[in-house]
């Protein structure tokens, strides 16, 4: 297995990677969401969403975006870890701690050695993961109504 950044060439593998994240979330973005985030993914700006992938013999197994933003309580940027995702068929592997590691390791080489994420409370399965490679916060999350 491989981690590595996305490349243009990656965009049908990355697509139906991230459309089964969606899918596990019961959510659907427009196609020109899943354009501007692909754009924005192998932009190389770093204020934008980044992201790795994980490759097994040319075929992308695993994805991880995140991006960084400014904290009021830190001088350095925090990095938000958005979305990880390991194909059903690689779980089970390590795809999905290589690929927080990917993020750490990032992170600190730019200076943001934060690093934080959320997921559903039911989310066993990835939780065991997040358990070993992550401490548990106390917080809750609200957002504006729809």
């Known amino acids: 297995m491989i981690i590595r950044r996305l490349t243009s060439a990656d965009e049908a593998q ?3 990677l991230w459309t089964g994240y969606l899918e596990f979330y019961n959510s659907t973005v ?3 969401v899943y354009q501007t985030t692909f754009a924005r993914l192998i932009s190389g700006d770093r204020n934008q969403v980044q992201g790795f992938v994980a ?3 040319g075929t992308l197994i695993g994805l991880v975006h995140y991006f960084y ?3 009021g309580w830190k001088v350095e940027q925090v990095c938000y870890l958005q979305d990880l995702y390991a194909d059903p068929a690689a779980r089970g592997q ?3 701690a290589a690929l927080i590691e990917a993020v750490y390791a990032q992170a600190d080489k730019d200076g943001a050695p934060s690093v934080y994420w959320m997921t559903q409370e039911f989310n066993h399965a990835a ?3 997040y358990d070993r490679i992550g401490t548990l916060t106390p917080f809750i999350k609200y957002q504006r109504p729809s």
């Open 127 to 129: 939780r065991k993961l």
């Open 55 to 57: 490759e097994d013999d």
């Open 94 to 96: 390590g795809v999905g």
């Open 14 to 16: 990355w697509r139906a």
């Open 69 to 71: 933003h400014a904290h």
């Open 30 to 32: 427009p196609e020109e």
